[in-house]
Nanobody, 123 residues
Framework: VQLQASGGGLVQAGASLRLSCAGSGLFFSNYVMAWFRQAPGMGREFVAALRWTEGTTYYGNSLKDRFIISRDNARIVVYLQMNSLKPEDTAVYYC?????????????????WGQGTLVTVSS
């Protein structure tokens, strides 16, 4: 399994940004693809996840009102649309995947990780 994240960059507060994660090798009947983020000096924080077969989603606390996770049905690509960005959203954003269809929010529950893409929000 390989995951390739892209789309990070430097934006001003209030802007929007869309991250992409392209997956390969996910030859499973059920799996979850997710986004985490890690700010400098902090642990890895759950952002959002999508159950691929069902298409259902769930989010980390307080992020659902600004972030939207979605997928490309024709390819194994998951997106993270981030709106009204704030300086505290600055972090390296990682995509992750695991087999299953449950509710997984812990970083240690995911087996596959992409390399991360840096998002910097200036005030």
């Amino acid at each position: 399994v390989q995951l390739q994240a892209s789309g990070g960059g430097l934006v001003q507060a209030g802007a929007s940004l869309r991250l992409s994660c392209a997956g390969s090798g996910l030859f499973f009947s059920n799996y979850v693809m997710a986004w985490f983020r890690q700010a400098p000096g902090m642990g890895r924080e759950f952002v959002a996840a999508l159950r691929w077969t069902e298409g259902t989603t769930y989010y980390g606390n307080s992020l659902k009102d600004r972030f939207i996770i979605s997928r490309d049905n024709a390819r194994i690509v998951v997106y993270l649309q981030m709106n009204s960005l704030k300086p505290e959203d600055t972090a390296v954003y990682y995509c992750a995947a695991r087999v299953g269809s449950g509710h997984y929010t812990g970083a240690d529950e995911y087996d596959y990780w992409g390399q991360g893409t840096l998002v910097t929000v200036s005030s």
